[in-house]
């Protein structure tokens, strides 16, 4: 008689929940999961490369820093299955999701702080900046209803009186997901013209 040669079949991974495209915005944090059964390991890949740190947990969350551009990309996750003895045995491996990093608002030239006008001369102001979706001009806490470019980078009062002087400020909207961004404050001084209240009467004398 032979001795008795004993079968172990090893079962293979298999991706039961696969992972789903991902949209943040610069500076966010990034976290992508899914799941398997059978699974001995995991590991994630961006752009068929293995992500590390932190790539070989069930859950990817970038650790360390928040989202750049560089992280943008095809992302899958691969389920490790366990070994058959010394044989390693086939993983499995889900299907491509797209991982997008959307670029956040930079402001490179903010508003003038302080701006002093003589009443009845024109107020400008304005912001650069850039991924910006919308612009909201604001006069103290309140959006802007007089004057004109109030949706734009650029406003201004053509003909300030007394009553235009205030703190204004620009509310921007950026791409989905990033976040709204209010610029710095521009205070606004008008100075009132003199005004003759009592004119010179007439004389007569001898």
Same mark, same amino acid.
């Given at each position: ?22 949209? *943040? +915005? ?9 799941? %398997?059964? &059978? @699974?001995?390991? $995991? !590991? =994630? ?71 002093? *006008? +003589? ?9 650069? %900046?850039? &991924? @910006?979706?919308? $612009? !909201? =001009? ?69």
């Amino acid at each position: 008689y032979s001795t008795n040669d004993t079968l172990e079949v090893t079962t293979l991974a298999v991706i039961t929940t696969p992972p789903t495209a991902f949209q *943040v +915005c610069e500076d966010q944090s990034i976290s992508i999961t899914g799941a %398997a059964s &059978n @699974v001995a390991s $995991y !590991q =994630w890949l961006r752009n068929g490369v293995a992500i590390s740190p932190n790539g070989n947990v069930q859950t990817y969350t970038k650790g360390g820093n928040p989202a750049t551009m560089s992280d943008s990309g095809m992302y899958r996750l691969v389920a490790l299955s366990n070994p058959a003895g010394a044989t390693t045995c086939k993983a499995d491996t889900s299907v491509a999701v797209l991982g997008a990093v959307v670029r956040k608002i930079q402001i490179t030239t903010q508003p003038l702080a302080n701006t002093f *006008v +003589c009443q009845n001369s024109a107020f400008n102001t304005s912001i650069v %900046a850039q &991924n @910006v979706t919308g $612009y !909201q =001009w604001r006069k103290g806490a309140s959006n802007v209803s007089t004057g004109t470019g109030g949706t734009t980078a650029n406003y201004s009062i053509a003909s300030t009186q007394p009553a235009d002087a205030d703190v204004y400020s620009v509310v921007m909207t950026g791409n989905t997901p990033c976040p709204s961004v209010t610029s710095t404050n521009n205070t606004l001084a008008v100075t009132t013209l003199a005004a003759i209240t009592t004119p010179p009467a007439a004389f007569q004398v001898c």
